[in-house]
């Protein structure tokens, strides 16, 4: 079902209410996600982007209702990935020849998935096409917001920014547009897509946003590839995505953990009781078992803090795998400006706590204090160590 979005643009995507695991197994979607494509028919016929390969058919099946494809003049291709392109195989088997606009490095990932070499129109920042009815299309790169290839599409008259994986969210919802659903639900995820996906770019978040206030053009609409569309008040996601790409921190202390028989645990919980005694409550103080969480969502929460201490016990002479693997994840997205501290009760050897230490340094956080260590089920002297030892994280973030 096609939906109005203003003037002659309309949305031809799908809503994938069912999807709960995104880029493979790598990233948790709760609440489904959609696969956004518009549809602008002014004097010139514009397909943006298309959806995920396997609603390929459904997909074409639908935009023959609502247009000729032999009268669909242009194509543009904001990003390459999958979840965008994943119909054009597709299409272009049905108006081959149709022109393809998206950026150099577009034609690269394009060829690479598909192996055709389809008539791509290459452009760059500033290039603009024309629409009819005095509206054009404008373009401009925006690599690395998440690919190489990614690019935004300006439309003029209408005032829409379609702006591919900037200011998504995956969300399912009846509702397409951002005053429509629950704004809660909304801003946490976009802050967890944000946290999860676009954390490692953010000095390119913060340029673009430059270069799109230089620009100075009006803006009504943003039209992202995921989630809604934000048409009442748009600009806020732009504000948001400042905030949350300048090192972004909450009042707000996670701690992290796994545990075999419990002694780390035991560990995790008085050092809360310690955090939360020294900091009060107008801090908030989180804990999150490592193996039994969801990763996307307790890297949503360390992205928030402003410490985090994480915890696990030894294992031949190492680390539990779920402890190493959010670690390797925590690295990747190149968090700034955090605080952290290590801890892990052992039975023999004890380099588990030290281990983790080292990751959280190769993450980039700033170390406030030695790890702590607690032999065997840690007793009442060990864990009221815990407790100071939480205190004492407290006063290094106040």
């Not at 994938?16 to 956004?36: A, K, L, M, P, V």
């Not at 972004?248 to 996670?254: G, L, P, S």
């Not at 645990?265 to 078992?289: C, T």
């Amino acid at each position: 079902m096609t939906k109005h979005i203003k003037g002659n643009v309309h949305w031809v995507g799908k809503t994938d209410w069912e999807i709960r695991r995104f880029h493979g197994e790598e990233y948790s979607t709760h609440r489904g996600s959609t696969y956004n494509s518009y549809l602008i028919k002014e004097e010139k016929t514009v397909l943006i982007d298309t959806v995920w390969m396997p609603y390929a058919k459904e997909f074409i099946a639908n935009l023959k209702k609502e247009v000729d494809l032999d009268k669909v003049d242009y194509i543009v291709a904001n990003h390459a990935e999958i979840d965008h392109s994943g119909a054009l195989g597709e299409l272009m088997k049905l108006i081959p020849g149709k022109p393809i606009y998206c950026t150099r490095a577009a034609t690269m990932s394009l060829k690479g998935h598909y192996h055709q070499d389809w008539n791509f129109q290459v452009v760059k920042t500033g290039d603009r096409l024309d629409l009819g009815n005095g509206k054009e299309l404008v373009f401009i790169e925006a690599p690395m917001l998440h690919w190489p290839d990614s690019m935004f599409t300006y439309m003029t008259g209408e005032n829409i920014l379609f702006s591919n994986d900037a200011f998504g969210q995956h969300y399912a919802n009846e509702h397409l547009f951002n005053d429509l659903v629950d704004g809660c639900e909304l801003m946490a995820e976009a802050m967890k897509y944000y946290a999860n996906i676009l954390t490692p770019f953010s000095h390119f978040v913060r340029e673009k946003i430059a270069q799109w206030s230089d620009l100075n053009l009006p803006l009504d609409v943003i039209a992202p590839s995921h989630g809604v569309v934000w048409r009442q008040n748009p600009s806020q996601i732009v504000e948001r995505y400042k905030e949350w790409s300048g090192d972004y921190q909450e009042k707000q202390a996670t701690i992290i953990y796994n545990t075999m028989w419990n002694g780390t645990k035991a560990m995790a919980e008085n050092i809360v009781a310690g955090l939360k005694r020294s900091l009060g409550d107008e801090w908030n103080v989180k804990m999150f078992s490592v193996s039994k969480g969801d990763k996307n969502d307790i890297i949503t929460e360390v992205f928030k803090s402003k410490l985090v201490v994480a915890g696990c016990p030894t294992i031949n002479k190492g680390v539990l795998s779920a402890m190493s693997g959010i670690l390797e994840e925590i690295r990747g997205l190149a968090f700034k400006n955090k605080k952290a501290a290590a801890f892990g009760a052992f039975g023999w050897s004890g380099e588990g706590a030290k281990m983790v230490e080292d990751g959280l340094k190769k993450a980039g956080f700033e170390i406030v204090a030695e790890p702590m260590k607690a032999m065997w089920a840690p007793d009442e002297e060990s864990l009221e160590k815990c407790r100071e030892f939480g205190h004492r994280l407290a006063q290094s973030v106040k």
